[in-house]
């Protein structure tokens, strides 16, 4: 890199924000059994990884950086619900520690399946309200408050709200559906 040439903007943005990253990482670790064999630290730099792969966002867009930012890490934390899974089936088949297979399988079967359940429901509620998805993102995985999802969809807290109650009661049903508690 040259003396006249910008760095990458998420290479300067993300440290002034990494405080805010952990506390999101944390809000999604919160629901998990311990201990973790992914940390708060490692969700952060996990997804950083992932967004500094896909984005350079502007400074000014902040709002939507934290929201790719928690997409990111529950995509994170899906990948390792599905992993689980797999392990759980014996799909490839390699030969490891007990130890080992603790450490990466830092979710019950329980709560692999709901997070699995979760990620599922949400694709299929972004099938039928996108704008659903969003407020779920924001809210739920983001933290924001409905005045910040308000402002980031450019949308009235009235629109968020309605949207809010009714993604949530669409996933219950979902979720209960493909955990089997409903027949």
């Known amino acids: 890199m040259t003396a006249t040439s910008n760095p990458p903007v998420l290479d300067v943005f993300v440290p002034q924000l990494y405080d805010e990253l952990r506390?999101?990482?944390?809000?999604?670790?919160?629901?998990?059994?311990?201990p973790h064999t992914l940390g708060t630290t490692?969700?952060?730099?996990e997804a950083w990884l992932r967004l500094s792969a896909q984005y350079g966002l502007p400074r000014e867009d902040v709002p939507r950086f934290f929201a790719a930012a928690s997409n990111?890490?529950?995509r994170v934390l899906v990948d390792h619900a599905r992993r689980r899974h797999r392990l759980k089936r014996g799909a490839g088949g390699e030969q490891v520690s007990l130890e080992e297979a603790e450490e990466s399988l830092f979710l019950s079967e329980s709560e692999a399946?709901?997070?699995?359940?979760l990620d599922d429901a949400l694709e299929r509620l972004g099938r039928v309200s996108a704008r659903?998805?969003?407020?779920?993102?924001?809210?739920?995985?983001?933290?924001?408050?409905?005045?910040?999802?308000?402002?980031?969809?450019?949308?009235?807290t009235k629109t968020v709200q309605r949207e809010w109650?009714?993604?949530?009661?669409?996933?219950?049903?979902?979720?209960?559906?493909?955990l089997g508690f409903m027949t």
């Open 42 to 45: 490692a969700l952060v730099h």
């Open 72 to 74: 990111t890490m529950r």
């Open 132 to 156: 659903g998805v969003e407020v779920i993102q924001h809210r739920f995985f983001g933290g924001l408050s409905v005045e910040e999802t308000a402002q980031l969809l450019g949308v009235s």
């Open 113 to 117: 399946d709901e997070l699995v359940a």
């Open 165 to 178: 109650v009714s993604a949530r009661a669409w996933l219950r049903k979902e979720i209960a559906r493909d």
């Open 23 to 34: 506390a999101m990482a944390h809000c999604h670790l919160r629901g998990e059994r311990r």
